[in-house]
């Protein structure tokens, strides 16, 4: 079987098999909505100035959002012997690896889609002055940590599977690790959302956009690589 029909078996099996069950959807969507609704009481009172904390409001709750949604990924894999059958099929583990990426890259972004216009409802309170030159700088950065998140937080989460302690080692091993994603996330979001954006703003975000682009680049061609060995463990 070729690499690319293998990876949309094990791809399609996983948005199967979500659509069936809608386990993980279900519990992030109402996670980062919960998380939305508890941030707008909080800081209803300084609604419009977005440049100092909206771009963090938006990734925390996105965040942990996600490590709620890649630890359920493996759930099923592991408690009902799936990942063990995967490992007995002749597939090469780099084509697992990037078919449980791209499934939870897609699930994240789904909660995403969800998520940002309800932000914009909380936190923007006139819509209608959004800058619109802003609004594909913002969708490619968010594109770009999502990737990122997926990337190594399906790393992670087959990692954490195979311990007693995942859903507390999942976290404790991602946020270090994605702390290069989530500081260029933050600039980039907080400044999309904070109104007129000056020169010097604009080149710190091109600068981010170019970190997440060699983080993405670097860290899934070495996962890619390394996958065998973390199946294998």
Request: charged share 15%; glycine share 8%.
């Amino acid at each position: 079987m070729l690499p690319f029909r293998q990876f949309w078996v094990i791809l399609k099996k996983d948005i199967l098999l979500e659509l069936r069950t809608k386990e993980m959807i279900v519990s992030m969507l109402l996670f980062v909505m919960l998380t939305m609704v508890i941030f707008n009481y909080a800081f209803s009172a300084e609604k419009n100035d977005l440049t100092t904390f909206g771009g963090g409001l938006l990734w925390v709750a996105f965040i942990f959002t996600s490590f709620l949604g890649l630890n359920r990924s493996f759930v099923h894999e592991k408690d009902e012997g799936c990942l063990e059958g995967l490992l007995l099929s002749p597939v090469d583990r780099s084509v697992i690896y990037v078919a449980k990426m791209m499934g939870n890259l897609i699930f994240i972004t789904v909660v995403q889609l969800a998520a940002v216009p309800i932000f914009t409802i909380f936190f923007i309170r006139y819509p209608y002055y959004i800058y619109w030159s802003h609004v594909w700088p913002f969708v490619i950065g968010l594109g770009l940590s999502s990737f990122g998140i997926a990337g190594v937080g399906t790393f992670v989460a087959t990692l954490a599977a195979n311990t007693k302690r995942r859903d507390l080692l999942l976290p404790i091993l991602g946020l270090p690790l994605l702390m290069p994603v989530l500081a260029p996330a933050v600039i980039i979001s907080g400044t999309m959302m904070g109104g007129p954006v000056s020169e010097r703003a604009a080149e710190l975000v091109s600068s981010s956009m170019q970190i997440l682009i060699a983080y993405d680049i670097v860290f899934f061609i070495v996962i890619a690589m390394i996958y065998d060995f973390v199946l294998g463990e």
